[in-house]
T-cell receptor
Framework: DAGVIQSPRHEVTEMGQEVTLRCKPI?????LFWYRQTMMRGLELLIYFNNNVPIDDSGMPEDRFSAKMPNASFSTLKIQPSEPRDSAVYFC???????????FGPGTRLTVT | AQSVTQPDIHITVSEGASLELRCNYS??????LFWYVQSPGQGLQLLLK??????LVQGIKGFEAEFKRSQSSFNLRKPSVHWSDAAEYFCAVNTDKLIFGTGTRLQVFP
């Protein structure tokens, strides 16, 4: 298996633009997680899905952030409009049967100028 | 509330020396515990996990961890550190989601 796939790996955009991050989980996994990592705040869980249904979005910072999982093999995290404080590395992870044993993607480094 | 504490932000060891990274958790029930490692520029990789049974668990890359319920600890150990072990290490407890500690950055000197 190719592991969790994230695209793009790097994204540079200007403040106010829409940003869409993409994730393909490991085939057969039923949990999908979106995290954000910064030096100041560490690793933060934004939202997670079970069987394509959002279970907990309490970590989503504000209405500018939205996430979808239209099917078992694809998820998006959208930021609209983007702001400089959104600059971070965003990770997608997936797991099977339990939220615990997660497999992480390589991350998307987002820079908002 | 469930939480994970990693009291050491940064640890430096010499190559070949032994290593112990500390982790304390707060969780009412029997915890599921994990250690993850993050190399620079990469995502997190699972090192080992504890669900039940033997309190000493073995993981990849020669790491092991010991679950001590009386101390609410799950410390990570390695008898001889290699330069390639330099990375950030995260302890986590599984509730309905993973609760991560703040991480310990390991630096290895030759």
């Amino acid at each position: 298996d190719a592991g969790v796939i994230q695209s793009p790996r790097h994204e540079v955009t200007e403040m106010g633009q829409e940003v869409t991050l993409r994730c393909k989980p490991i085939s057969g996994h039923d949990y999908l997680f979106w995290y954000r990592q910064t030096m100041m705040r560490g690793l933060e869980l934004l939202i997670y899905f079970n069987n394509n249904v959002p279970i907990d979005d309490s970590g989503m910072p504000e209405d500018r952030f939205s996430a979808k999982m239209p099917n078992a093999s694809f998820s998006t995290l959208k930021i609209q409009p983007s702001e400089p404080r959104d600059s971070a590395v965003y990770f997608c992870a997936s797991s099977f049967g339990t939220p615990g044993e997660q497999y992480f993607g390589p991350g998307t480094r987002l820079t908002v100028t | 509330a469930q939480s994970v504490t990693q009291p050491d932000i940064h640890i430096t060891v010499s190559e070949g020396a032994s290593l112990e990274l500390r982790c304390n958790y707060s969780y009412g029930a029997t915890p599921y515990l994990f250690w993850y490692v993050q190399s620079p520029g990469q995502g997190l990789q699972l090192l080992l996990k504890y669900f039940s049974g033997d309190t000493l668990v073995q993981g990849i890359k020669g790491f092991e961890a010991e679950f001590k319920r009386s101390q609410s600890s799950f410390n990570l150990r390695k008898p001889s550190v290699h330069w390639s072990d330099a990375a950030e290490y995260f302890c986590a407890v599984n509730t309905d989601k993973l609760i991560f500690g703040t991480g310990t950055r390991l630096q290895v000197f030759p």
